[in-house]
């Protein structure tokens, strides 16, 4: 946090720490109210033009995120310092609110996001008065069950709220402001396809039970195929290393070419399962250490899917061939192959995928 920001907001929390203290202890000053609208006047101006250059984003998110909270703690002070004043001039007001604003998880929310203590309540409990000195407090919602019934005011109520230091409570608000939008390249793109697909597979297997014409996924395939396969091909069809200016890019090409190439076995044995074949299988590429080999390939039977007895049981199985290609952490061997439970692959992002398949194959490149 800027260490400007964090001084203006010790400014403005010394204000409503002296408006709260002033009320409890009956010393109302005539000229606080006037100079913290000074003060408030020339930050406001001050603020909102820092704000303008948000528009073409020369600021970052944080410095964003630093003026809206620097403003969401002025108003909440602008407001008490109206309590202060009318209470000042009439001390039979009791009933005049005193405010702070709670930031919860998700950043602030409407007015159910604001807490509220009357002049009354400050003047019989003096602990509670300090606890609305800082005009920002947080509340972790982040375990809270919300319902149709409930609301933010519900929660505030039940978990309650604390003042904490302002560098955290920024850090939440920058969090919950930025949401940035998951990147996905077109070779995460295409894999994540392919996953569709063999999950499909598993999915009406286990669940539905599907045998007959109605089941599309064949046809779904192959439109999706056609397209896919010659670019893939021609592109991706040799050493993943020699000679590429990104050699991640083309080891990620390498494993997704041979991810398709298995999906549509995947497909066309589901295809022979639904014509009566009960020895068709499902398969699943795994990768070594030392790379991807012809006898790194496990499979389940669909009749086997299909004859569970628990869909649930069938789908999880099932799912553990939705990713094309599995690693395992050792290198390949026939033994360990045929020894190792399917619960040791782990099914990996493509781009991790093929890091380790760069390595494997830089490896082997220079061991030669």
């Known amino acids: 946090m800027n260490n400007i920001v964090r001084a203006f907001y010790d400014k403005v929390q010394y204000y409503n720490d002296v408006l709260i203290n002033d009320?409890?202890?009956?010393?109302?000053?005539?000229?606080?109210?006037?100079?913290?609208?000074?003060?408030?006047?020339?930050?406001?101006?001050?603020?909102?033009?820092?704000?303008?250059?948000?528009?073409?984003?020369?600021?970052?998110?944080?410095?964003?995120?630093?003026?809206?909270?620097?403003?969401?703690a002025m108003r909440i002070v602008a407001m008490n310092f109206k309590t202060y004043e009318n209470y000042r001039q009439d001390t039979s007001k009791t009933e005049l609110p005193i405010y702070r604003h709670v930031l919860m998880n998700k950043g602030f929310g409407t007015n159910d996001q604001w807490e509220s203590i009357t002049i009354n309540d400050m003047l019989n409990n003096q602990k509670l008065a300090v606890s609305f000195i800082s005009?920002?407090?947080?509340?972790?919602?982040?375990?809270?069950?919300?319902?149709?019934?409930?609301?933010?005011?519900?929660?505030?109520?039940?978990?309650?709220?604390?003042?904490?230091?302002?560098?955290?409570?920024?850090?939440?608000?920058?969090?919950?402001?930025?949401?940035?939008?998951?990147?996905?390249?077109?070779?995460?793109?295409?894999?994540?396809?392919?996953?569709?697909?063999?999950?499909?597979?598993?999915?009406?297997?286990s669940y539905k039970g599907k045998k007959g014409d109605e089941d599309t996924l064949y046809e779904e395939f192959y439109k999706f195929y056609d397209g896919i396969y010659t670019l893939l091909r021609n592109t991706y069809n040799y050493d993943?290393?020699?000679?590429?200016?990104?050699?991640?890019?083309?080891?990620?090409?390498?494993?997704?070419?041979?991810?398709?190439?298995?999906?549509?076995?995947?497909?066309?044995?589901y295809k022979r399962y639904l014509e009566g074949d009960n020895s068709a299988e499902m398969k699943k590429i795994i990768l070594f250490n030392d790379g991807l080999h012809s006898n790194g390939n496990t499979s389940i039977k669909y009749a086997d899917l299909n004859n569970e007895d628990s869909f649930k049981k069938a789908y999880a199985a099932g799912r553990r061939f939705k990713h094309p290609v599995g690693y395992i952490d050792v290198d390949s061997s026939e033994e360990d192959f045929?020894?190792?439970?399917?619960?040791?692959?782990?099914?990996?992002?493509?781009a991790q995928l093929a890091r380790i398949y760069e390595k494997a194959e830089r490896t082997e490149r220079e061991n030669r």
């Open 135 to 205: 005009p920002i407090a947080y509340c972790d919602d982040s375990e809270y069950v919300y319902t149709e019934n409930t609301t933010k005011q519900d929660a505030i109520k039940e978990l309650g709220a604390q003042a904490i230091n302002v560098s955290q409570m920024l850090k939440i608000y920058v969090d919950s402001i930025l949401k940035p939008v998951p990147f996905t390249t077109l070779h995460e793109q295409i894999y994540q396809k392919l996953n569709l697909f063999n999950d499909k597979i598993s999915f009406n297997l």
């Open 23 to 72: 009320i409890v202890d009956v010393d109302l000053e005539e000229t606080l109210a006037q100079e913290y609208y000074q003060f408030s006047d020339t930050m406001v101006q001050i603020l909102h033009t820092s704000l303008e250059s948000i528009i073409v984003d020369d600021v970052t998110t944080e410095d964003k995120a630093e003026t809206q909270f620097m403003l969401y």
């Open 240 to 269: 993943a290393i020699k000679g590429q200016p990104d050699s991640s890019l083309y080891a990620e090409g390498v494993i997704l070419f041979e991810a398709l190439l298995v999906v549509k076995d995947n497909v066309d044995n």
């Open 338 to 350: 045929q020894d190792t439970d399917l619960n040791d692959f782990h099914d990996l992002e493509l």
